[in-house]
């Protein structure tokens, strides 16, 4: 999604209406991080709407990046901020193999989260799987972030396009498509 | 909610506190896909000494490794030489690029006998143009301000004829630029001084 290097556009203050039909959604979307959304966005800072390439919003506070979305579609944390509240997203794993890829801007393929190194929600794993990566499948369309076999920070968050129910079963094809990785171009954004 | 500590977001914070490479800006755990593995891992040996040790130490580095098969593991390698190639080369061209930006300073005539000194290309050699202008400003007790050029970039301009304080200026306070790369030029058809 953020392949190349992007020049932030126009600035924008958000109404306060829309800051709070924004935290709303987030909230909604993401119902772990109800307990932080004050932390995360304090009502009374300003948010502003940076304009990126292609139809894509990005939400900042002050030089901070916290939530982008193309057009009207789900709001997608920055990997910033799934660093900071990493068990309040669903998540998966890719194994060691398949880093390299995702942090050159590869589609994510399914074989790296169903190999022996990678995770998909299963309630026969053991515990602390279990614990991290949930027993109930996820649908395609849901926001994931991906976590990466023997690291403790994600590489990847994005919308899936395979449920992970499909991919265990055909171990095949393309799991997401898009998506932001570390080092890419909304990564190395320099929002001043 | 176990694993979250409180982090650098003040004591109220529930935000995890990570560690960003200061040369890459990754978490320093994924250092090693970049092209600057040897910097990164300096940087973290200064900075962060006890994640130096978790990360870089031989086990790791073993383990790692046997958990690739051998002919990814060598293609893991060749990406990983390339790469580096890549950041190396991208580092010599930026060093190129500076040794070779020239520095215009230009006598424009505007009115009969009032001048402007239009500055550019100090972009080039890293220095931030709205500073430097306020510093003209403030050098010469004059107008300095940042102006867009028609042809895209901007141009520092300084009212009155200043060209020679400008280039003594710059080469006084910026030791890094060489006096070779500034130029005076004079922007009327008529030519002289300078
Ligand atoms: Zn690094």
Redesign the pocket.
């Known amino acids: 999604m953020f392949k190349k290097d992007i020049t932030p556009g126009a600035k924008s203050k958000v109404k306060s209406s829309a800051q709070r039909a924004i935290r709303g959604k987030i909230v909604e979307e993401y119902p772990l991080l109800g307990p932080y959304i004050d932390e995360i966005i304090p009502k009374k800072e300003q948010l502003d709407l940076v304009k990126l390439p292609d139809r894509v919003s990005l939400y900042t506070l002050g030089s901070n990046p916290l939530f982008f979305q193309h057009m009207d579609d789900a709001l997608i944390p920055h990997l910033a901020v799934v660093h900071k509240y990493p068990n309040c997203f669903p998540r998966l794993r890719i194994d060691r193999g398949a880093i390299r890829f995702v942090l050159s801007g590869a589609t994510l393929m399914a074989p790296g989260l169903t190999s022996a190194g990678g995770r998909l929600p299963n309630p026969d794993a053991d515990e602390e799987d279990v614990e991290r990566y949930g027993k109930e499948d996820l649908e395609p369309g849901t926001v994931v972030v991906v976590e990466a076999e023997g690291k403790e920070n994600a590489c990847l968050v994005g919308v899936l396009k395979m449920g992970t129910k499909e991919m265990k079963m055909v171990k095949k094809g393309a799991a997401m498509e898009g998506g932001h990785c570390l080092g890419d171009g909304l990564w190395m954004l320099n929002l001043g | 909610m176990t694993e979250v500590t409180t982090g650098a977001g003040g004591p109220e914070s529930h935000a995890k506190h990570v560690v960003?490479?200061?040369?890459?800006?990754?978490p320093?755990e994924?250092?090693e896909f970049?092209g600057?593995?040897k910097?990164?891992?300096e940087?973290?040996k200064v900075q962060h000494p006890d994640m130096h040790e978790r990360l870089y130490s031989e086990d790791v580095i073993n383990a790692n490794m046997s958990s690739l098969t051998i002919e990814a593991q060598k293609r893991a390698d060749k990406d990983a030489q390339k790469k580096a190639a890549k950041a190396v080369a991208a580092e010599a061209r930026a060093l190129e690029i500076k040794a070779s930006s020239k520095i215009l300073i230009k006598r424009v005539e505007r009115n009969k006998r009032k001048y402007v000194t239009a500055v550019q290309g100090l972009e080039a050699h890293g220095l931030d143009l709205k500073k430097v202008a306020k510093d003209f400003g403030k050098k010469f007790a004059t107008g300095s301000s940042v102006t867009k050029l028609p042809g895209g970039g901007e141009e520092i301009t300084v009212q009155g004829d200043l060209s020679d304080d400008i280039y003594d200026y710059l080469v006084e306070t910026y030791e890094d630029i060489p006096e070779e790369n500034i130029e005076c030029i004079e922007d009327k058809k008529k030519k002289g001084g300078g």
């Open positions: 960003y490479c200061g040369v890459c800006s990754l320093p994924y250092c970049g600057t593995v910097k990164c891992e940087w973290l």
